[in-house]
């Protein structure tokens, strides 16, 4: 199964600025990344290379956001779409996971559940990251702990039940 965790910095207005993401395939180690978009086609090429191959699963935190922008630079209807590889399903997101496992939480938002489930993993990984980029509002850091809260659960439940 390939699973790609996503992150973007940006918006629908200004664009996106940075992709980070983590690519898992069961046969393969975790690789990650992070690319700056330098302008709107920019976008829609290095969109095209991280989801070829279609992942057959897209993990995010707040996901509504990575589908608007991915909605945005490389867009499809999915009533009229029969293409596979234009359908950006299913995801699965960490906020939602998080806030349905452990209703009992003050906050769901990405620094507190890192900070809480996963700060010790994402650290270590973290080391190949320049050191400015080691925090919050970072892509590929961001991408990173939506992965390590992701995979914290994944053995442990039928993550399909919180699919989006």
């Known amino acids: ?28 180690k975790i690789k990650y990344g992070e690319i700056i978009i330098e302008d709107e086609e ?15 699963l897209f993990i995010s935190h707040n996901v509504h956001v990575e589908k608007n922008l991915l909605k945005k630079y490389l867009p499809y209807s999915v009533i009229s779409s ?3 590889n234009l359908n950006w399903e299913p995801w699965i997101d960490t906020r939602i996971l998080y806030k349905t496992l452990y209703p ?3 906050k769901f938002d990405l620094e507190y559940l890192t900070q809480i489930f996963v700060l010790n993993t994402v650290s270590v990984k973290a080391r190949t990251i320049p050191l400015k980029k080691r925090s919050h509002h970072n892509a590929l850091y961001d991408a990173l702990c939506a992965y390590y809260l992701y ?3 994944s053995d ?8 989006q």
């Open 151 to 153: 995979k914290r659960l």
């Open 42 to 56: 920019h976008s829609a090429q290095v969109l095209n290379e991280i989801l070829n191959p279609k992942p057959e």
């Open 104 to 106: 009992k939480l003050n």
């Open 82 to 84: 029969n293409d596979d």
């Open 156 to 163: 442990k439940i039928n993550i399909y039940d919180f699919i």
């Open 1 to 28: 199964m390939r699973l790609l965790t996503i992150d973007f910095e940006g918006s629908l207005k200004k664009g996106i600025r940075e992709i980070g993401f983590v690519v898992e395939n069961k046969t393969e």
